[in-house]
């Protein structure tokens, strides 16, 4: 008798396809872009450079981030569906919400969205990876009641979306904390909202089909609405010992601790390290040191009474908190950097496609007969 194939709940454990994008290396708590480490990607590069990496396969010369970054920077302005989007959706609805329709209106508004051209899909990548930090400011800022700040050409990607935001670009060394902690969100193989883009454009649907897809992936806690989550969990101590008392009690009674744990890295997320020492940094320059003591108490329930290691999102809720976004907005923040991770993966799934199929046990009723309707009890 044939073996019955091993349901691997969650895809724990399964090898979908092959891909030369990224590479996590638990054991050894790595992670490579394109074969770079990604400390030192987050130490030396601009996170435009790392999306030209993503995109590309290479690192770009100065040439070309010149032209990448000036096709980036053209292209920032909405048209004016977006803006009309804007002052029609609900002035409370969830930001990410916001986000993916808008995105899904782009996508209705390309006459050429469902080229599968690889070379169109870049260019429709470097579009979205223009827009989206202007849809991020612009929705929060109508959202208080505050006039909506354009982009400027003349700014980094970092730096524009601050003067977006909040109507100034900071320090330096803000710009640089908040560029490490796009490169660090910008890809990580196949998590769930990069694994649902692949599957959607596994079908040949498009390129906006597919990213609206990995925006609604992404929202959900378990996976990047976990930045907000860590936020909303630490803000609600008013001292370490209280943080403490509290994680000893939510594991007591078996609850999930927000920005802690990951499918791949059991002993530890590879890129905590460096967001961290960012985090601190921010926190020692802007006086932040009782949060960092209740992060840190809650750190230390966690990791000794279970064993769980904090993920990427532990320290960027915080990191964001310090540098002044509104917490509803970390997710979207991250839809921002991400979004090169997701290009990259759908030209990747594009290059060699085959649709993704998988198959499911069955374990409802055994086969049984219709009864006419009067004789159904
Ligand atoms: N807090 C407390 N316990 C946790 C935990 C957390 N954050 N994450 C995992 N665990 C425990 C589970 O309760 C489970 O314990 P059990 O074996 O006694 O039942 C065990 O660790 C394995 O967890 P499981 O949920 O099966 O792991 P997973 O691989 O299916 O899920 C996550 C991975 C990331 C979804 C999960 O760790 C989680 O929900 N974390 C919190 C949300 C988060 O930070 N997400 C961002 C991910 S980058």
């Known amino acids: 008798m044939a073996e019955t194939p091993e349901v691997r709940k969650g895809l724990e454990g399964v090898i979908a396809d092959e891909s030369a994008i990224s590479n996590v290396i638990p054991e050894k708590r790595a992670l490579y872009y394109r074969g770079y480490p990604v400390h030192a990607l987050a130490e030396q590069c601009r996170f435009e450079e790392v999306a030209y990496l993503l995109l590309y396969g290479e690192l770009p010369t100065q040439a ?22 804007l002052a029609l959706i609900r002035s409370d609805a969830a930001p990410m919400d916001v986000l993916r329709t808008a995105v899904s209106l782009i996508g209705a508004n390309d006459p050429d969205a469902s080229s599968t051209d690889l070379e169109a899909i870049r260019r429709k990548s470097i579009g979205l990876l223009a827009k989206l930090p202007t849809i991020v400011a612009a929705d929060r800022r109508r959202r208080q009641g505050l006039n909506i700040i354009p982009p400027r050409e003349d700014l980094t990607f970092a730096e524009n979306f601050f003067h977006m935001y909040f109507g100034e670009v900071p320090s330096a060394e803000v710009i640089k904390a908040f560029d490490v902690s796009l490169i660090l969100y910008a890809e990580h193989s196949f998590n769930a ?13 498009d390129y906006y089909s597919a990213i609206t897809g990995a925006i609604g992936a992404l929202k959900g806690p378990l996976h990047g609405g976990a930045n907000e989550a860590v936020m909303r969990m630490l803000q609600r101590f008013r001292s370490a010992e209280e943080a403490r008392r509290w994680a000893e009690d939510a594991l007591a009674r078996k609850e999930k601790i927000m920005g802690f744990g990951h499918r791949v890295y059991r002993y530890g997320d590879s890129r905590v390290p460096i967001m961290e020492r960012y985090t601190r ?73 085959r649709i993704i199929r998988p198959l499911s046990r069955y374990v409802g009723p055994a086969e049984r007969s219709v009864l006419p309707l009067e004789a159904r009890r």
Not at 193 to 205: E, H, N, W
Not at 297 to 308: M, N, P, R, S, T
Not at 314 to 333: C, K, L, Q, S, V
């Open 193 to 205: 909202s990069t694994f649902a883009a692949r599957v959607i454009v596994s079908t040949l649907s």
């Open 64 to 85: 070309q981030l010149e032209a990448f970054a000036q096709e980036e920077r053209r292209q920032r302005n909405l048209d004016a569906s977006v803006r009309h989007l």
């Open 281 to 353: 940094q921010l926190a020692e320059r802007l006086g932040h040191r009782e949060l960092m003591a209740i992060y840190d108490a809650l750190q230390e329930v966690v990791v000794q009474q279970k064993g769980i290691y904090p993920n990427l999102d532990y320290p960027t809720g915080p990191a964001y908190y310090m540098m002044g976004f509104d917490i509803e907005t970390y997710t979207p923040i991250f839809v921002m950097s991400r979004v090169a991770g997701w290009s990259a993966h759908v030209i990747e799934q594009l290059a060699h496609n």
